[in-house]
C-alpha cells in the first residue's frame, strides 16, 4: 500500500486548502489514519487523525488547528481530507499523511507506520 498526499500551495493568511491522501495498492482498511506536518527548521508535528469508521468517527486535532481544520475519511473511495480553514503563517509546512499501526487515532508519530511524501503548504500574510 502506498499513500499518496496532494492539495498543498499557496494561499494568504485566511484562505482555505483541502489536502487529499489517497491510498493505492490497497486500502486503509480498519486502520486510524493521521496528518502531521512539519515547519522549516522543526520537528515533524501531529495535526489530526482519524479512526476508520465513517460517520461517528474518532478524531483528534492538535489544539492549535481546532474550530478550523477538519478530518474526514471516505472509506470507498480510499481517501482521507484535510479541510484547512483560516489559515494562519504557521500554519506553513511540509504536511503528510500516515496510516496507524492500529484502529484508535493517536498523535505519536511512532504510531504510524506507513507514511506518504509530503505536500507543501504555504501560507503568507
Known amino acids: 500500500v502506498q499513500l499518496q498526499a496532494s492539495g498543498g500551495g499557496s494561499v494568504q493568511t485566511g484562505g482555505s486548502l483541502r489536502l487529499s491522501c489517497a491510498a493505492s495498492?490497497?486500502?486503509?482498511?480498519?486502520?486510524?489514519v493521521g496528518w502531521f506536518r512539519r515547519a522549516p527548521g522543526k520537528d515533524r508535528k501531529f495535526v489530526a487523525a482519524?479512526?476508520?469508521?465513517?460517520?461517528?468517527?474518532?478524531?483528534k486535532y492538535t489544539d492549535s488547528v481546532k474550530g478550523r481544520f477538519t478530518i474526514s475519511r471516505d472509506n470507498a473511495k480510499n481517501t482521507v481530507s484535510l479541510q484547512m480553514n483560516s489559515l494562519k503563517p504557521e500554519d506553513t509546512a511540509v504536511y503528510y499523511c500516515?496510516?496507524?499501526?492500529?484502529?484508535?487515532?493517536?498523535?505519536?508519530?511512532?504510531?504510524?507506520?506507513?507514511w506518504g511524501q509530503g505536500t507543501q503548504v504555504t501560507v503568507s500574510s
Open positions: 482519524i479512526s476508520w469508521r465513517g460517520p461517528g468517527s474518532n478524531t
Open positions: 500516515a496510516r496507524s499501526r492500529g484502529i484508535s487515532v493517536h498523535t505519536a508519530a511512532d504510531q504510524y507506520a506507513l
Open positions: 495498492g490497497g486500502t486503509f482498511g480498519m486502520y486510524a
